[in-house]
RNA sequence: GUGAGCGUAGUUCAGUUGGUUAGAACACCAGAUUGUGGCUCUGGGGGUCGGGGGUUCGAAUCCCCUCGCUCACCCCA
């Protein structure tokens, strides 16, 4: 094989098509009912957004991003989340003096440079939402419950949703020391990974999968107990307002997440569907995150969701995501006149949104059905000396194969 | 970046201790008294056995290198 596709990337074949039209319909008309606008940002932007904005000691951006340096000399990157880019788009714009609250979603390609693996590429979609410009709680709840509803309509119900607080940066800074001096006691234990984080970011040894780690981290001390009353109180007004509307959650502490940019509500979606990376979509709250990109303090709430993996649950589920399209009428032409005949009636159709499509290799009568009737269509129009007498074709019902002559310019009115 | 497993037709796989023109199923194409699909039957096309090197009289089969895929770690969607 000559040409391969870059490791990490995939082609989406014309028989897999019909799952992610389904899916990017059903988040438009979800996103539609919650009131949320699609706002697209480039495909890539100047690094130094994502520095900033995701914070230069994460993951993502110490060795995840796809970075080069353009004929202008200027360092790009395509895009390995989407907040930032939205959030750049939301001050370069100046959305705020139109309104002051704003909801977006976007469906999106990012980019991370890491080792594919089940559910893990290098290029995946995204949808995600964002609510701008107001910190109440129930800009928590109603990003949560558009991402539920997204899945519910995609056949997924056996997610899970993980929440936690991390509280603001103040708070998050004493807990940081108190979490420190914590693992500083055991860092011999430590895993090297997490030892080197000790250093950089000791809140994510807290979402450490080492066993060793997990052991440490289980007994540290909890972000929770370092909130102050009104942070703590309002975790507890969200987590009561999803109890409230039915939402099943799970308290777990050790949900930091990723990205540096986050403040109180953390979230994520996992589902045992998945493999090793179990996380179907995740979010959380960055009331500074507008101000750390040159804006006014901002408060705003987003999560991002991974359109591979929701395919990958729902199927896992059973989900069918419709059926292929098909073509309602297939003209069966035996010779150049019939062929004639056969294009203007097609035309007529299509201009009537009624799809159709012919035999364009030549091929036998025999074949002819057998492609009709392999690509699904409902009917059959046949076209050969006799009917080009007549003026009549003989239109054949495919479920039955019942079948009847049509006058050529009353076919229309013969298809239901 | 680390580790493990796997690479034979479009797809899923067989291929005996290395031994003649590498097989099956499904898919695809074409026929089955010549203008009618789905079932059945018959036939056909299609493989540099991932690539390169080596061992051997002889390699899909053994050895080395390489590329790719998959899964896990790390981390995330």
Not at 30 to 58: D, H, M, Q
Not at 201 to 223: F, G, M, V, W
């Amino acid at each position: 094989m000559k040409f391969q596709k870059p490791k990490g990337t995939k082609d989406i074949l014309p028989k897999d098509i019909h799952k992610w039209h389904f899916v990017e319909k059903t988040i438009r008309e979800a996103t539609k009912l919650f009131n949320f606008s699609e706002i697209r940002t480039p495909t890539f932007e100047y690094t130094e957004l994502f520095k900033r904005g995701v914070g230069s000691e994460t993951d993502i951006v110490g060795k995840e991003m796809y970075t080069f340096v353009d004929k202008g000399g200027e360092s790009i990157t395509l895009k390995p989340e989407g907040t930032a880019p939205v959030m750049r788009a939301y001050l370069e714009n100046s959305l705020s003096a139109e309104s002051p609250l704003h909801k977006l979603y976007y469906i999106t390609s990012m980019f991370r440079y890491e080792k594919p693996q089940a559910g893990r590429y290098r290029e995946h979609s995204q949808f995600g939402g964002e609510i701008i410009g107001s910190d109440s709680i129930d800009t928590d709840v109603e990003l949560i419950l558009l991402a539920k509803e997204v899945y519910n309509r995609c056949g997924i119900n056996n997610f899970k949703l993980k929440i936690n607080s991390i509280g603001k940066p103040s708070e998050r800074k004493t807990y940081v020391n108190a979490l420190t001096d914590y693992l500083k006691k055991h860092f011999n234990r430590l895993s090297e990974e997490s030892k080197k984080r000790l250093g950089t970011n000791p809140l994510r040894i807290l979402d450490s999968k080492s066993p060793d780690d997990l052991i440490i981290t289980k007994e540290a001390p909890k972000i929770i107990e370092h909130l102050t009353k009104d942070s703590r109180n309002r975790f507890d007004l969200v987590l009561y307002e999803l109890t409230r509307l039915g939402v099943n959650y799970e308290i777990d502490f050790r949900l930091v997440r990723g990205l540096d940019y986050y403040t109180d509500t953390t979230f994520e979606f996992i589902s045992s569907d998945l493999g090793a990376q179990d996380a179907l979509g995740g979010g959380g709250r960055y009331d500074g995150l507008i101000e750390l990109l040159g804006g006014k303090p901002t408060p705003g709430v987003g999560f991002g969701s991974g359109i591979e993996r929701l395919i990958i649950v729902a199927e896992k589920n059973g989900f069918t995501f419709g059926e292929p399209s098909s073509p309602k009428v297939y003209f069966i032409a035996l010779n150049s006149s019939a062929k004639e005949i056969a294009f203007k009636i097609m035309m007529e159709l299509r201009k009537k949104n009624i799809s159709c499509e012919t035999d364009l290799l030549v091929r036998s009568m025999k074949a002819q059905m057998r492609e009709a009737n392999k690509i699904g269509s409902d009917y059959v129009f046949i076209i050969g000396d006799d009917e080009l007498k007549n003026q009549k074709g003989i239109l054949k019902k495919m479920s039955d194969g019942s079948q009847q002559n049509v006058e050529f310019d009353k076919l229309r009115e013969y298809l239901n």
